[in-house]
């Protein structure tokens, strides 16, 4: 979003399902593994194909909680270290522009002598001098990482299980920036 002039996001991007298809493929393949299991065992008993299925389950709902784990602590350290740079480099660019108000404060008479320059107009940085007050980049950045993280949050109690406390505690930061347009 930087410098692109692109609209605010309004979906998640497509790398978050993409996260989640080794999991799909292999969930997958264990079901039809347990179908062709299931035929070839038509002279098993009935307690044996229910133990069967009470494993396969198991083993299905272990595979869910541990990879839904995984990729959701994965995705909050990304996107905790984005929010980390991005507040790093606003705080970087306030102390410059302070400098620079400074440095301007301290020679007025130098604006004075531009053509169309008002001796009191600073414009604040981030005012469209249109009257629009565009969102700014790191606003843009902020709700695409919302927006991913509400996509992982939604696909992972899809699967039934709970994510990552570090991802769970992300998205509790980082809430309110879902309710902003």
């Known amino acids: 979003f930087r410098h692109t002039n692109r609209e605010p996001p309004t979906t998640p991007s497509p790398f ?19 179908g062709v299991a299931l035929q070839d065992g038509s002279e098993l008993d009935t307690s044996a194909k229910t133990g069967a299925d009470a ?3 198991c083993t299905r709902t272990k595979l869910r909680t541990e990879a839904c784990a995984g990729i959701s602590q994965e995705l909050a350290k990304a996107c905790g270290e984005a929010l980390a740079t991005i507040s790093k480099t606003e705080a970087s660019l306030q102390r410059l522009r302070k400098t620079r108000v400074y440095a301007a404060a ?3 008479q130098k604006r ?14 981030g005012v469209d001098l249109r009257r629009k007050i565009p969102s700014s980049d790191n606003d843009k950045i902020r709700r695409q990482i919302w927006l991913d993280i509400t996509e992982a949050g939604r696909i ?23 309710t902003t347009s």
């Open 112 to 125: 004075q002598n531009q053509p169309g320059s008002d001796e009191n107009a600073l414009v604040p940085v």
């Open 156 to 178: 992972i109690a899809d699967y039934g299980v709970h994510a990552h406390t570090d991802f769970i505690s992300l998205v509790e930061l980082i809430a309110p920036l879902g």
């Open 55 to 57: 494993f396969v389950d």
């Open 16 to 34: 978050v399902g993409k996260l989640f298809v080794p999991l799909t493929s292999i969930e997958t393949r264990i079901s039809t593994l347990q």
């Open 106 to 108: 301290d020679a007025p």
